[in-house]
Nanobody
Framework: QARLVESGGGSVQPGGSLRLSCATS????????MAWFRQAPGEPREAVAS????????YYADSWKDRFTISQDDALNTVYLQMDDLKEYDTAMYYC??????????????????WGQGTQVTVSS
């Protein structure tokens, strides 16, 4: 059974950076889409970014497209989320998700079949 394991979360001050990693037990190219979602307390899960694999076409939610970057290293079977200029409202649990099928729209969590356990990001001064 496929597994996704996130890491890289932590506590940072506003303006700081973090890089989240999502390691998959499967070759990244075996997935059609790998994505990052977030969920803050009391709020619904929402999409941050997704990567169409291959050819590594990224999709971003408007709220994060200027500060976050999704990428992958197929040699390491890992997808990353580089988070720069973090804001307090970026505080949330971040989840990695994957699917081996096409997704439309990319931001719908129901389209993703496999999920990681999440990694917490806290941005606070």
């Amino acid at each position: 059974q496929a597994r996704l394991v996130e890491s890289g979360g932590g506590s940072v001050q506003p303006g700081g950076s973090l890089r989240l990693s999502c390691a998959t037990s499967h070759y990244t190219g075996s997935w059609a889409f790998m994505a990052w979602f977030r969920q803050a307390p009391g709020e619904p899960r929402e999409a941050v970014a997704s990567l169409y694999l291959p050819p590594d076409i990224p999709y971003y939610a408007d709220s994060w497209k200027d500060r976050f970057t999704i990428s992958q290293d197929d040699a390491l079977n890992t997808v990353y989320l580089q988070m720069d200029d973090l804001k307090e409202y970026d505080t949330a649990m971040y989840y990695c998700a994957a699917t081996d099928a096409g997704v439309s729209p990319w931001w719908n969590a129901l389209n993703y079949k496999v999920w990681g356990q999440g990694t917490q990001v806290t941005v606070s001064s």
